[in-house]
C-alpha cells in the first residue's frame, strides 16, 4: 500500500452540474438506465475511511430505511455536534490538519460523501486527489450544484472514461 492515502470524491452529477433538485430529490437520477451498479461496488472496495458534512449526513438518515450504509470508518463534519455513535464520529477540526493526518495514516483511500458545500473547502485547499464523476443525461436546470462559485481554480489530468448504458464516468486526477 502507498505510504499517502488518496482522497477521492466520487459522486453522479446531472449533465448541467447538479447533484440533487432544490428540494434535495435524487429522483431524477433513478430513471437513468445504467448498468448494474455503475461502478460503485468497485469503487467502495478501495476506500475504508469516509468523510461526509452534516447535511449530507442528515439526507442520508432521512432517507433510509434500513440500516447506516456505509461499514466503513466514517466521520462527519459537523459545528454542532461533537462526539460519536455506533455509525460515525463527528469532526469539528480544521480540515487541513485533520484531512493531512487521516492521508499520513496506514490504509486504503478516502472518500468525501457530498456536495458542494463539504467539497468546496477541501477542493480549495487542494486536499482532492482524485474526482470520480458519473454524468447523467439528464438536465435539470436548478438545483443543488455539485461545485460552489469562488476564486479558485483547480487543473485535473483525465485518468480515463467508462460507461455505464447512459450513464459516463470521467475519472481525474488533480494536478498539484
Keep these: ?15 448541467d452540474g447538479y447533484i440533487a433538485t432544490k428540494n434535495e430529490s435524487l429522483d431524477w437520477l433513478f430513471k437513468v438506465e445504467g448498468e448494474d451498479d455503475n461502478g460503485y461496488s468497485e469503487f467502495y472496495e478501495t476506500v475504508d475511511t469516509i468523510i461526509m458534512g452534516r447535511k449530507t449526513y442528515d439526507w442520508i438518515l432521512n432517507q433510509e430505511t434500513e440500516d447506516f450504509p456505509y461499514n466503513k470508518e466514517c466521520f462527519v463534519f459537523s459545528r454542532s455536534v461533537n462526539g460519536e455513535n455506533k455509525n460515525v464520529k463527528f469532526v469539528n477540526e480544521d480540515i487541513v490538519n485533520f484531512t493531512n493526518k487521516l492521508k499520513n495514516e496506514e490504509g486504503k483511500n478516502i472518500w468525501i460523501v457530498g456536495g458542494g458545500e463539504l467539497l468546496h473547502p477541501f477542493i480549495k485547499e487542494k486536499l482532492v486527489d482524485e474526482i470520480i464523476l458519473t454524468v447523467a443525461p439528464t438536465l435539470i436546470g436548478t438545483g443543488i450544484s455539485l461545485f460552489k462559485e469562488d476564486n479558485y481554480q483547480l487543473e485535473l489530468s483525465l485518468k480515463g472514461t467508462r460507461r455505464f448504458n447512459q450513464f459516463v464516468e470521467l475519472h481525474y486526477e488533480v494536478q498539484k
Design 1 to 15: 500500500m502507498s505510504s499517502q492515502r488518496k482522497l477521492i470524491s466520487f459522486i453522479a452529477t446531472s449533465l
